[in-house]
């Protein structure tokens, strides 16, 4: 069974930087495809970025592009973040989940999220 926990989130000022970790207790992590979410107050959860199983194609948000880097570690069973030029906008709870379905797009194995504070 997938279970996955994040971590690295914290405080940090505008223009500063995080790695989040999302890390896979279970068997499969190398064959599935894993993306970052995040949920700000008051919003709806949206996608940040997505990774392939071999890592060979990355795809990101509009927001976070040029900002923000996914990668993964199939050997540590481990996806990563890497957030750059923070701002304040960027602050939510961030999550990472496993590709469920193609068609149509859904994600499932949620973690319990990570929080992001960027201040000003």
């Known amino acids: 069974q997938v279970q996955l926990v994040e971590s690295g989130g914290g405080l940090v000022q505008a223009g500063g930087s995080l790695r989040l970790s999302c890390a896979d207790s279970?068997?499969?992590?190398?064959?599935?495809?894993m993306g970052w979410f995040r949920q700000a107050p008051g919003k709806e959860r949206e996608f940040v970025a997505a990774i392939t199983s071999t890592g060979g194609y990355t795809n990101y948000a509009d927001s976070v592009k040029g900002r923000f880097t996914i990668s993964r570690d199939n050997a540590k069973n481990t996806v990563y973040l890497q957030m750059n030029s923070l701002k304040p906008e960027d602050t939510a709870v961030y999550y990472c989940?496993?590709?469920?379905?193609?068609?149509?797009?859904?994600?499932?194995?949620w973690g319990q999220g990570t929080q992001v504070t960027v201040s000003s």
């Open positions: 279970g068997l499969t992590f190398s064959s599935v495809k």
């Open positions: 989940a496993t590709l469920r379905t193609v068609i149509p797009v859904t994600w499932d194995n």
